[in-house]
């Protein structure tokens, strides 16, 4: 019996560790972040010449909300804050991972024990 009690003991503190590290994320996001330059269609305008010239950026952030596509433009400070919500919600799916493996250990170990 002691035996099956030190691994579990090792996967709990494993998942504490993952609860620790989850807490400290504030914002979290999916989707995508896209920075566009645009080409406005004005003949007389520089951005028709130089690629280097065109209108932008723009950042366009795409996401699923209640089961649709839909997109949003953003200002550079809305890019850089849903950036970082991006990379934590990247992060919590990393965790969750390891929470769920860690889990299944437990269980799988909890089945092979005599009441």
């Not at 400070?77 to 929470?99: G, P």
């Amino acid at each position: 019996m002691a035996r099956h009690q030190e691994p579990d003991a090792a996967s709990r503190r494993r998942i504490a560790k993952v609860l620790t590290e989850l807490v400290r994320l504030d914002l979290i996001c999916s989707g995508t972040l896209s920075r566009r330059t645009k080409v406005c269609g004005k003949p007389n305008c520089r951005c028709a010449a130089d690629p280097k010239a065109r209108h932008g950026p723009y950042y366009e952030w795409s996401r699923r909300e209640g089961g649709k596509l839909v997109h949003k433009i953003l200002s550079p400070e809305q890019a850089e804050e849903l950036e970082r919500a991006l990379r934590n919600h990247r992060e919590v799916q990393r965790l969750l991972e390891h929470w769920e493996r860690e889990s299944a250990a437990i269980i799988l170990r909890a089945g092979g024990r005599k009441s």
